[in-house]
T-cell receptor, first 111, second 110 residues
């Protein structure tokens, strides 16, 4: 089993729908992250959490929210999805400030 | 604001043809520079961390080097399985998160 698991792996939805992407990890890391990747734009940080009680906005948090349910679980929500949120989303974990361990990604399409 | 610029955007090599990828950065107080490899449809996979100018790290056909303004990822005698997108990221002072470049897409033909 993967150390960082994302569900769903693929999702197609319609404009205005609420969407949740889930991430769970078995690495025992305190730090968890949500990134968005668009062709030609690289990885952009949406939200990050350094422990269960800590939530921080990244560079592109507008239109997104997160929940850290436990050390191992970090969910990303789109309250009202819009087409320009169509992207590949990655969850990542880290033990400290450096090396990140990424999940396989969740491909979201908003029609 | 931390900035990372990678060049070229794409690189096509023949098997065995050595080359280098560049990562130029601007950061006030570098704590670490990171290289990742990303295969299509997969999450990035960590390769190296470099902490100070002059440092070098090697792994198989890859060698990463660091100066005060840039890092190079040298690929010696590449094979088709080295084809991937290579991402560079920097970490600034304090508990800051990583800033990623847009990546270099490498294609190695047999």
């Amino acid at each position: 089993d993967a150390d960082v698991t994302q569900t769903p792996r693929n999702r197609i939805t319609k404009t205005g729908k609420r969407i949740m992407l889930e991430c769970s990890q078995t690495k025992g890391h305190d730090r968890m992250y949500w990134y968005r990747q668009d062709p030609g734009l690289g990885l952009q940080l949406i939200y990050y959490s350094f422990d269960v009680k800590d939530i921080n906005k990244g560079e592109i948090s507008d239109g997104y929210s997160v929940s850290r349910q436990a050390q191992a679980k970090f969910s990303l929500s789109l309250e009202s999805a819009i087409p320009n949120q169509t992207a590949l989303y990655f969850c990542a974990t880290s033990l400290g400030p450096g090396e990140l361990f990424f999940g396989e990604g969740s491909r979201l399409t908003v029609l | 604001e931390d900035q990372v610029t990678q060049s070229p955007e794409a690189l096509r090599l023949q098997e065995g043809e050595s080359s280098s990828l560049n990562c130029s950065y601007t950061v006030s107080g570098l704590r670490g520079l990171f290289w990742y490899r990303q295969d299509p449809g997969k999450g990035p996979e960590f390769l190296f961390t470099l902490y100070s100018a002059g440092e070098e790290k090697e792994k198989e056909r890859l060698k990463a080097t660091l100066t005060k303004k840039e890092s190079f990822l040298h690929i010696t005698a590449p094979k088709p399985e080295d084809s991937a997108t290579y991402l560079c990221a920097v970490q600034g002072p304090g508990y800051s998160t990583l800033t990623f470049g847009k990546g270099t897409m490498l294609l190695v033909s047999p």
